[in-house]
């Protein structure tokens, strides 16, 4: 079983959609969580960090279920410029002085005027 | 001035050659990663070095050999490479501390062995 999983998509949606992903992890000791975003070409950047009690920043809501392994990002309101790879991150119990940042293979959107 | 750069941004090279990818992190952090991504897979963590000692080699073939003379700096030297290592190659930064916290990427490294 994958360390972490997610649907590759692509999710292909218009403008103004509200989509979700998901993403399950297999580490039940993983102790903080993240979604990057990828453009193409591009290298990885924080979206945000993922918090036991669901955070929100702007238009994307990011909730967790530590009993279920399971993440999800909620996109409302898609603008063209969102169209990117999300990945799904996660880290096991701090090793100490380093992040040890477990990457899904990510989840493609396209959105579309 | 970007927080992490990396150098060359491509590079193609023969399975005799030795090359050296180069990562620059202007933030200060204590930690820096060497990550492979492959197309359709997800991003590998290669090496890790914190305080500038390796603890971390994710059973790397020995053709990838790391070096971080300081800091700020990490090196991936190269050699007698096989076409399945062609990827993006992935430098990062982080602040180590207290828990798991943001880490900073390159842009990266296209490599294509041939």
């Known amino acids: 079983r994958k360390e972490v999983e997610q649907d590759p998509g692509p999710f292909n949606v218009p403008e103004g959609a509200t989509v979700a992903f998901n993403c399950t992890y297999s580490?039940?000791?993983?102790?903080?969580f993240f979604w990057y975003r990828q453009d193409c070409r591009k290298e990885p950047k924080l979206l945000m960090s993922?918090?036991?009690s669901g955070n929100e920043d702007g238009r994307f809501t990011a909730q967790l279920n530590r009993a279920s392994q399971y993440i999800s990002l909620l996109i409302r309101d898609s603008k063209l410029s969102d169209s990117a790879t999300y990945l799904c991150?996660?880290?096991?119990?701090?090793?100490?002085?380093?992040?040890?940042?477990?990457f899904g293979a990510g989840t493609r959107l396209a959105v579309h005027p | 001035e970007t927080g992490v750069t990396q150098t060359p941004r491509h590079l193609v090279m023969g399975m005799t050659n030795k090359k050296s990818l180069k990562c620059e992190q202007h933030?200060?952090?204590?930690?820096m990663y060497w990550y492979k991504q492959s197309a359709k897979k997800p991003l590998e963590l290669m090496f890790v070095?914190?305080?500038?000692?390796?603890?971390e080699n994710n059973s790397v073939p020995s053709r990838f050999s790391p070096e971080c003379p300081n800091s700020s700096h990490l090196f991936l030297h190269l050699h007698t490479l096989q076409p399945e290592d062609s990827a993006l190659y992935l430098c990062?930064?982080?602040?180590?501390?207290?828990?798991?916290?943001?880490?900073?990427f390159g842009q990266g490294t296209r490599l294509t062995v041939v």
């Open positions: 990062a930064s982080s602040q180590g501390g207290t828990g798991a916290t943001e880490a900073f």
């Open positions: 580490n039940s000791a993983s102790q903080s």
């Open positions: 993922v918090y036991s």
């Open positions: 991150v996660v880290s096991p119990v701090f090793s100490g002085g380093y992040n040890k940042l477990i």
């Open positions: 933030l200060g952090h204590n930690a």
């Open positions: 070095y914190s305080l500038e000692e390796r603890v």
